[in-house]
């Protein structure tokens, strides 16, 4: 296993076992303290608890080496499963919003007071969760990682929706009760702007959309610093999970024998994958200077 796969599951066990406490113990709160935010909230984090779990799955697919059917390896696993996050996140907010609606009709009684310190707190661990996740997510270039990252902003959003409307509700009076209920029907649109977010970088993935222009300049400098190269020219990139397959196109002097040309070529491959430890193979096309 990489080191970017194992601190990327390590992270992923993390959230995991941090979601699953957190819904048991939101659920516990919400139904004792007459909080239907603070029960959507933990119907929000029981969705997250299968969401970590498919990424573990996902990671655990997705270090796997290519083979003779997938060449370029099976990293592709990881925009599929975040897919299938945002798929979780979709179908809580769209649950939270039927329940809401229905609760907004119904006439019920305020939240419990100690609801709304509970859920203040909630929104300062949630958000720790999110900054750590998403830095991990970010430092191995996993979107399914950032995608459960984001599962964490959205519970805190939640969270804060839920405390505007409980303290409403609390220091209101019953007659301000639904104002819990309105706070999490506004959560849930929260939700679906998030996925959106979270979905759109995972399309580009699979659909190999150029977005690597930063790290295409890299490959580029890194790349004149290799005897015999004069220049290069096309260069595309692919992510596949957190690796990368670069296609280069370089100009060399177009006096040299097959031999040299391959020669450095082969240097120049070596020489990319020891520099950038991302990249997991070069493909390079040699071109005679003009």
């Not at 405390?163 to 019953?174: L, Q, T």
């Not at 506004?186 to 995972?202: C, G, M, T």
Request: aromatic share 12%; net charge negative.
């Amino acid at each position: 296993m990489s080191v970017n796969h194992e601190k990327a599951e390590k992270t992923a066990w993390f959230s995991l076992v941090g979601n699953f406490i957190m819904a048991i113990v939101k659920g516990l709160v919400g139904y004792f303290g007459n909080s239907y935010a603070l029960i959507a909230d933990a119907i929000e984090s029981t969705g997250d608890v299968f969401a970590s779990a498919l990424v573990i799955v996902g990671f655990r697919y997705a270090r796997r080496p290519p083979d003779e059917n997938h060449p370029y390896g099976h990293g592709k696993v990881e925009p599929l499963i975040t897919f299938v996050v945002v798929g979780f996140l979709v179908a809580s907010a769209t649950l939270i919003i039927i329940e809401s609606i229905h609760n907004i009709q119904t006439p019920h009684k305020a939240p419990a007071s100690y609801t709304l310190w509970f859920i203040g707190g909630i929104i300062i661990v949630k958000e720790l969760f999110f900054r750590f996740v998403s830095k991990s997510g970010k430092e191995v270039g996993s979107t399914s990682l950032q995608a459960d990252a984001w599962h964490h902003r959205s519970d805190a959003i939640t969270s804060a929706c839920a405390f505007v409307g409980i303290a409403i509700a609390v220091y209101m009076g019953d007659t301000w009760a639904q104002a819990d209920d309105w706070a999490a029907l506004v959560a849930s649109l929260i939700i679906f702007y998030n996925a959106y977010k979270i979905f759109r970088p995972a399309l580009g993935e699979i659909m190999d959309e150029h977005v690597h222009d930063e790290f295409i300049s890299v490959i580029r400098e890194k790349a004149k610093e290799v005897d015999g190269i004069h220049t290069t020219e096309k260069c595309w990139v692919r992510k596949s999970g957190m690796r990368y397959w670069v296609d280069l196109h370089i100009h060399v002097d177009g006096k040299l024998s097959v031999h040299e040309g391959h020669t450095i070529s082969h240097n120049l491959k070596k020489y990319l994958m020891d520099e950038i430890p991302e990249i997991e193979d070069v493909l390079v096309h040699v071109e005679p200077s003009e």
